[in-house]
Every structure is written in structure tokens, then in C-alpha cells.
């Protein structure tokens, strides 16, 4: 029941002030909603009044929405992060294994099998469990990379790899260079730290080498990042040459080079070239390296291998931020590479996603013949798919969702492409698959 304020005579009283000085206090706590008047009942407090306090003391939210430091995601992946989640959707540009390409069972035996105790339980030390470590360090050496278990730590997975190099190694205001498309225009670790970035094409009348040379005489670049292996969203693989000259021109312009290699084990008839790091006799490269792609992304385990002063900063900085990955995923990882569990995965993974990518090519070829062209994966999980009109924009991406598929259209990875879309075999059943491509053929086919 609402409260009856006394009469205005009264008040005046009880305050020792005018009428006319309740009056007007009255009327200002009306225009606030605080009071009610009734027609010869009185003056009432207002029975939302908690509400009105409640919202008159809550911060200007939306102010410190607008002006934090971490730039928002583009709308488009915004609504693909949201949609992702509604079991109804075909996810056509999904960067991730299908949930049937998950050893579920093989994991679930690993950690019944693995005796733990209250010290493997606990917090790691900075750089990541040692075993885990030493085990990583042993699986790189096969690849031709020699680098000591000190010289590597652990992260949450290649992007957080990226956010503590963009917060621990860069001045604001650094210049970063990366091939064009670039996954790193669909995240923001370093233009959230305030840095630019600088798209190179390998298509284009210049080589890499020219235009590194050009744009680094004009500022100079802080680092250049690449995906050599599988890259993403393209596919493409560079060869041992360019390798071998995108490491000696950035030796000369003293530039660092990031390697993302999270794609490299998925390989399918050939293995591909070694890694950057493995030419890499001056400690120029850091290399970054993760079991998201190829054993499970909840397990969040992915390493960073550099120079040892490097990686203690960078490990002094993570355990700022979350005191440590996941000790029993750590453990787990070290099993699976120390027993051989890893490698016999890879083996049926990369029959698996084989089987997957011809499907998908044939799939293509019956309803995207006359109106876009790709190559043939070597490897990875995606088809860079060029569309022969301009029509990949947010009208295309909406009108998929309405027919419950989501895509990975070209501009979210380089800005102003509407011609590309990233096609991705690895999640979708290939029921879905088929539904998928015929479907989206009929709606580009319409706007072209």
C-alpha cells in the first residue's frame, strides 16, 4: 500500500520551511516519478520509487560499453558467434572439428587411467607444466624445429598467444604486417592495443619482398604475421623458397616474424614444407602452435616457442592474467604426445577429413560449376571459394541464415571483399553438407 505524505501545512511545519517551499518539492519529486497525487485523496510515494532510486543511482553502462579499450567484433561475426550456438543452423564456415571427429571416448579413458595428486592438480608453474613442455619440445623436433622445453610456455590456445604478444612485446601504435586475407581482421589482439595492420598480397605485380621493403621505409613494422601452413581463410601453403625469402628479407629489415602453425599437423597426401622456425638460426621467429584444430578446442592448450626472454615475459604476463592453463588438460596433452596417442589420432583425423574434402569438392562441382572456381586443399579445413560476381556482403550472409546456413563470407577476413567465401568440411555431417551447398547455390545464383 502506498504511503499518504501529511498535508502540506504540516510539513511546512515540521521543516520550518514556507508553503510555497514544499510545494515546489513536491513538484520535483512528481516530475520524478517519486510522488503521486490523487484528486481529493492527497499526495502519495509512489509505489515503483525503489525502481526510479535503483536506476537514477546505476552507472552510465553504455558509456563504458562505447569508450573500452578492446575494439567490438564486426557484426557479422558477432552473429555468427550467436548463431553458432542454435542447433538448427548448417554451419558452413565453422573453424572447428565436428563433434563425431572428437576422440570423446579415447580422452574420457586418458583421464581415468591418469593418476592425479594434489600438486598436478594445483596452480602450473609460469611457462606450463614441464612434462607437457618436454613433450611439446619433442614432437616440434620432429618437425625439424630444435627449441628446449625453457624456451617454450603454454596458452589458452594460439589467440591468446597473439594477445600477450600484442600487450607484452608492442608499443602502442606498432605497425603489424600479415598476408591479405588475414584471420587477423576477424580478431582484434593487436587493434585493440592500439596497433594497425598492413595486408601484403602474394597476387599482385610486387612480391612480398617489394612491398615489405616499401612499406617498412615509410614506417617501420613492428612485426609481420603469417599462416604458411594451411592458411586461414585461403588454404594456401607457402612453398620452401618463400619461406626461405620472406625469412631473409625480414632478417635484413629486422623484422619479427609471428608463424601461426596451428594447421600444420592436418596435412593430407604430402607433408607440407618445414616450418619457418625450423630455417630460423637467429631467434627471429615465434612460433605458435595448438591442439584446438586437431585434438579438441575445449581442452584450450596451445604453446609459444621463442627466445628465452621472450617467453619468461610473456609467461610472467599470463599468469597476470589467468594464473596458468588448465592443469589437467596440460596433463592430459603430455600423455597423448608421450604415449602416441597424438600421432595415431592424426592418422584417421586426416583420412577423416580427406574423405570430407572430396565430398565437399564434388558437392561444388555439381552445384557451383559456372559460377565460382577454387583449389584443391592439400590440407586444413577450408575452400577459399571465389564467387564470379560481387555479391558476398551482409545481404548474402542474411539471407543464408533465413535458410538456417551460416557462411563465412570474404570480408570479415579482408575488408571490401565481397567475392570470397570460406567453406569449411570440417563440422558439417555430410547430409548437411549436401543440403548446404545446393541451398546456397540457389541463393547466389539468384543474386548474380
Known amino acids: 500500500m502506498a504511503t499518504k505524505l501529511p498535508s502540506q501545512r504540516s510539513l511546512a511545519g515540521t521543516f520550518g520551511v514556507n508553503r510555497s517551499t514544499i510545494i515546489s518539492a513536491i513538484d520535483e519529486l512528481m516530475a520524478d516519478g517519486l510522488l503521486d497525487t490523487k484528486s481529493g485523496s492527497g ?7 525503489w525502481n526510479v532510486l535503483a536506476a537514477r543511482k546505476q552507472p552510465d553502462w553504455s558509456n563504458y560499453v562505447r569508450n573500452g579499450l578492446h575494439e567490438p567484433n564486426l557484426q557479422t561475426i558477432q552473429d555468427i558467434n550467436l548463431h553458432e550456438a542454435d542447433t538448427s543452423m548448417i554451419r558452413l564456415g565453422t573453424g572447428e572439428l565436428s563433434p563425431s571427429l572428437l576422440p570423446v571416448t579415447k580422452i574420457e579413458q586418458t583421464l581415468q587411467s591418469t593418476a592425479f595428486d594434489a600438486f598436478s592438480l594445483g596452480y602450473s608453474e609460469p611457462k606450463g607444466d614441464k612434462r607437457l613442455r618436454q613433450s611439446i619440445s619433442d614432437h616440434l623436433k620432429e618437425k ?17 598467444a597473439l594477445q600477450l604478444i600484442a600487450v ?28 594497425h595492420l598492413a595486408g601484403l598480397s602474394k597476387q599482385g605485380r610486387d612480391n612480398i619482398r617489394r612491398q615489405i621493403k616499401r612499406i617498412n621505409g615509410k614506417q617501420k613494422a613492428s612485426l609481420f604475421y603469417t599462416v604458411p601452413t594451411f592458411n586461414n581463410p585461403t588454404n594456401a601453403t607457402w612453398t620452401k623458397e618463400e619461406r626461405l625469402d620472406l625469412l631473409s628479407i625480414c632478417k635484413n629489415e629486422q623484422i619479427p616474424i609471428i608463424e601461426d602453425d ?3 599437423d592436418l596435412w593430407f597426401e604430402h607433408e607440407p614444407p618445414p616450418p619457418l622456425k625450423s630455417f630460423d638460426t637467429d631467434g627471429l621467429v615465434l612460433h605458435i602452435g595448438s591442439m584446438s584444430k586437431t585434438l579438441s578446442p575445449g581442452l584450450r592448450i596451445g604453446w609459444i616457442a621463442g627466445p628465452m626472454p621472450v ?16 592443469a589437467l588438460s596440460q596433463q592430459l596433452v603430455a600423455t597423448w604426445l608421450s604415449n602416441g596417442h597424438y600421432s595415431h589420432h592424426l592418422e584417421w583425423l586426416r583420412r577423416e577429413l580427406m574423405a570430407r574434402r572430396d565430398f565437399t569438392l564434388a558437392l561444388l562441382k555439381q552445384y557451383f560449376e559456372g559460377i565460382s572456381k577454387w583449389q584443391t586443399p592439400q590440407g586444413g579445413f577450408y575452400i577459399w571459394v571465389e564467387i564470379c560476381k560481387p555479391i558476398v556482403n551482409p545481404t548474402l550472409f542474411k539471407l543464408a541464415i533465413k535458410n538456417h546456413l551460416l557462411i563465412n563470407p570474404g570480408y570479415i577476413y579482408e575488408p571490401n571483399n ?4 570460406r567453406l569449411s568440411y570440417s563440422y558439417a555431417s555430410e547430409e548437411q553438407l549436401d543440403y548446404g551447398i545446393r541451398t546456397l ?8
Do not use: C, W
Open 418 to 421: 565481397h567475392t570470397h567465401i
Open 262 to 264: 596451428v594447421y600444420r
Open 311 to 326: 617467453i619468461e615475459r610473456l609467461s610472467d604476463i599470463k599468469m597476470q592474467m589467468d594464473y596458468g592453463s588448465s
Open 144 to 160: 625439424g624445429v630444435t627449441v628446449s622445453p625453457s624456451s617454450l610456455m603454454i596458452v589458452s590456445g594460439g589467440l591468446q
Open 168 to 195: 607484452g612485446l608492442l608499443p602502442k601504435g606498432s605497425l603489424i604486417l600479415h598476408e591479405s586475407p588475414s584471420y587477423l581482421n576477424s580478431v582484434h589482439p593487436f587493434q585493440s592495443a592500439g596497433m
Open 441 to 448: 547455390s540457389k541463393i547466389i545464383r539468384r543474386l548474380i
Open 43 to 49: 499526495t502519495f510515494v509512489s509505489n515503483n520509487t
